[in-house]
């Protein structure tokens, strides 16, 4: 379980790096220096990191199958919206491979939870006891 406070500042970090990813998104000619120098790292680098934080920011506000599907769904939800906002933005373009590193990096994201529970659910099981 996370702390409270811990939660709400990764919320507050979410929304500021939601922000941060649109306006680096949008922005018909972004900085050289705000990359990776390959489009679809970048992509899988800032889904992994929105995806930690929606992972730790509503750690406690649903079940944890609910929370990877209600963060997987919305982080894939923005990603699209990301494509379809530069589709009309004259330097830019949709890619589908911008939304599959997306989920990727949604993907990775995920792992560290999933991870976690595992391990927390073989530690309470009894020795010898089969998993489930």
């Known amino acids: ?48 990191a929105l995806t930690l934080l929606a992972e730790a920011g509503f750690w406690s506000a649903w079940t944890p199958a609910q929370r990877r599907l209600r963060v997987a769904l919305g982080l ?18 949709a890619e589908a491979a911008d939304l599959l590193a997306d989920a990727l990096g949604i993907a990775l994201g995920l792992l560290p939870g999933v991870m976690l529970r595992q391990v927390r659910s073989s530690a309470r099981r009894p020795p010898g006891t089969p998993r489930r």
């Open 1 to 48: 379980m996370l702390p409270a406070p811990l939660q709400t500042t990764c919320r507050l970090l979410l929304v500021l790096l939601l922000a941060a990813v649109c306006a680096l998104s949008f922005h018909p000619a972004p900085p050289t220096g705000m990359d990776t120098g390959w489009d679809k790292a970048n992509h899988l680098l800032a889904f992994v």
């Open 76 to 93: 894939l939800a923005f990603g699209l919206f990301i494509e379809v906002v530069q589709a009309g933005i004259p330097s830019r373009s």
